[in-house]
């Protein structure tokens, strides 16, 4: 049996006993342990015996105490452990340098492209979509926070609008206006977890006041709505394509749609359509014979 796997039947860590052997050979180094760990063990839970404590004010001087915020936030539910991992913080740190980079990149377009409410519901096209990842992010936002207490998944959706953000291409004015408007409402979603880098960017985009005193941004519905969706297509249980259909349209025509898509054809030509089943804007499914 290999040490690493009889540590893990046993519950045991390297941390356990390796702690006391490196004091007693003046080797007490939090570093050495941890390298120690993973190598032939699971990662020892946070303790002075185990000499693998993480200084806090360490981790701020040397990340700063925005990474250090977001990384704890990130790492999982508050009432979970979780593994301190110099790689987990590195990536914490990433995220917040690629959010600085982009901004600040584009800081004077965007300081320049204040807008009303009703312009920014006239965007078409991309600008339309991005408008609909914005709110679509920020509903879900609001729900994990306010709804189910989930600060973790919260941050998971200040990074996919991020990745939505850095996605978009401004062509026109409109465009502009409305990626300000992202990262308007990116920056306020991220001001109570990190609020010293959003404090300076908020000014940055040509913001007055504290960002901490703007106030909970609101979820546009009319952005949410849209012409077509895309929705995934089951034959006998196994998705065999996407098909963008009609946001308000019926099951027949629905049908009529999804049964002339190229690929759903491969499968059905010649064979019997026992059932097709649409949940609305989520799902079909058709059962062949």
Known sequence: ???????KESKLSVGDNASFLLERLGLNDGEVLRI?????????????????????????????????????????????????????????????????????????????????????????????DLRGKIHSCLRDYLRDIEERYQLNT???????????????????????KVLREGVRILLLMLAPITPHICEELWERIGESGLILEA???????????RDEIEVPVQINGKVRSRVNVPAEAGEEEIKSIVLSDQKVKKYTDGKEIKRFIYVRNKLINIVIG
Do not use: C
């Open 1 to 7: 049996m290999k040490i690493g796997q009889f540590l």
């Open 36 to 128: 120690l760990e993973s190598q032939i063990g699971e990662t020892a839970k946070m303790s002075k015996s185990k000499g693998n404590i993480v200084d806090p004010e360490d981790a701020v001087k040397r990340w700063g105490a925005d990474t250090v915020r977001l990384y704890i936030l990130f790492a999982g539910p508050p009432e979970q452990d979780f593994e301190w991992t110099d790689e987990g913080i590195q990536g914490a740190y990433r995220f917040l340098s690629r959010l600085w980079n982009f901004v600040t990149e584009r800081e004077e377009k965007l300081r320049a492209s204040e807008s009303s409410h009703e312009e920014l519901r006239t965007a078409e096209g991309n600008a339309r």
């Open 154 to 176: 919260a941050v998971a959706q200040t990074m996919k609008l991020l990745n939505s953000l850095s996605d978009f291409e401004p062509e026109s004015d409109l465009d502009w």
């Open 215 to 225: 106030g909970v941004p609101v979820v546009d519905e009319e952005a949410l709505k």
